[in-house]
Every structure is written in C-alpha cells, then in structure tokens.
C-alpha cells in the first residue's frame, strides 16, 4: 500500500528554470492539497483541487500552476522558478473535506 | 480571516513529565481542529481532530486535547512525555464555510529531555 508519494525528494535549480514536482496517491481520494514549509510560517496552501479538473487557489498561488486530468496525480508547477521558492514542498490528500489529510514525505526544493 | 496561533516556538521538557502545547485560534463561525506531528525529515501524520461531539478529544501516543470554544483555544496535551515524542507540533483549523481551507499554525518544537 504506497499511500501518497511524492518525486523527485531533493531538487536543485536554477532560477528562471520551469520545475515540476509529482504527487501521487493510491487511494482515490477526491481532494489533493500542496503546500509549502518554511521556517517561522508553517505550512502554507498553494493549491488544492476537489476533483479531477478542479482547482483552486490557496493562500500563496503566485508563481505556481497545478492540473488534475487524473484523480491520483496532482503536479505542481514552478513556470519560472525564483530563489523565495526554495521551501519543502508537501503534497496531501483527503477523502472529504473537513477531514485528515494525509500527507507525503516531502519534497526539498532548492532554487540557485 | 482566520488565524491559528502556536503560543510557544520552543518547549523543553523532561523525560515522564506532563506537557501541554497551547493553540489558539480566531473565527467566528464553526471550525474543526487538528494537531499533526512532524518527526525530522518526514511529512505530517495526524495525532488527533475535533470535528464535532465531545470537546475532549483523544488521539494517538498518548496525547490529548480540548476544544473551549469560549477560549477559542486547542491545546494539546500529555500526561507523561517519553524521548520518541521529540518532533514539530501542528495545530490546524479549517472554518466551516464555503472555502474549509486548512490552515495550520507555525509549530512548536518539543525537545524531550532525559
């Protein structure tokens, strides 16, 4: 049971350069989540999506673009990446809402 | 809009003692609360939520929390602390409403002394 993976783990880039970052969850459910962590602020919603090609804005969109064509992937898109988007990416995912979500392992991005 | 205030950045506390994280949150409609732990290196796992019912709530490990809708506070708590509890703390609330975004407070970091 793999749960909700999340890929690359580490990525170093350089800045102006697009990124994609990919999550993935085994379990169907409806509502997938990315959100950013950085020191003093927590995690923060850039994006959610409560169904496959339905998205929608969190509280730190700019600068990202999400698509959902499937239920089980959720990428997130850096289009011109930018060194204040060097954080820890998290990808989550919950049946319902309100309900837990379940979050992946993580993904430490570095923008040069 | 809504806002989730963790009192402490840092709690040092020994090993067997009680500790208590304090959550603070401001809305004036319902909400539903949440504390997830983050262990080094790892993404957030779920101790426990209040969604509705009884406002005292009993999660995993050990840990507990009450919800005071009068205080508008979260606080999570446990009786007796061991090594393997060392981690970030999260509280998080989702308003009711339209939007039920989650939003989370900046964490505690409990260090679990020997």
């Known amino acids: 049971d793999a749960g909700i993976t999340q890929s690359p783990r580490y990525k170093i880039t350089e800045t102006g350069r697009q990124v994609t970052l990919m999550c993935h969850q085994t379990?169907?459910?409806?509502?997938m989540f990315w959100y950013r962590q950085d020191l003093g602020h927590g995690l923060r919603l850039i994006y959610y999506s409560a169904a496959a090609d339905i998205t929608d804005k969190g509280e730190v969109p700019d600068g990202y673009v999400v698509s959902r064509s499937k239920t089980e992937n959720f990428p997130l898109t850096l289009e011109s990446a930018t060194r204040s988007q060097t954080s820890v990416y998290f990808c989550?995912?919950?049946?319902?809402?309100?309900?837990?979500?379940?979050f992946g392992p993580g993904t430490r991005l570095t923008v040069t | 809009a809504q806002s989730v205030t963790q009192l402490d950045s840092q709690v040092p506390v020994f090993e067997e003692a009680p500790v208590e994280l304090r959550c603070n949150y401001s809305?004036?409609?319902?909400?539903?609360l949440f504390w997830y732990v983050q262990y080094p290196n790892q993404g957030l796992q779920l101790l426990l939520k209040y969604l509705s019912g009884s406002t005292l709530v009993k999660g995993i490990n050990g840990f507990e929390a009450e919800f005071n809708k009068s205080q508008t506070s979260f606080h999570l708590r446990k009786p007796s602390v061991h090594i393997s509890d060392t981690a970030e703390y999260f509280c998080?609330?989702?308003?009711?409403?339209?939007?039920?975004?989650?939003?989370f407070g900046s964490g505690t970091q409990l260090t679990v002394l020997p």
């Open positions: 998080a609330v989702i308003r009711g409403g339209s939007a039920r975004q989650l939003t």
């Open positions: 989550a995912s919950s049946e319902s809402n309100p309900s837990q979500q379940y």
């Open positions: 809305s004036s409609v319902s909400v539903y």
């Open positions: 379990w169907s459910h409806s509502y």
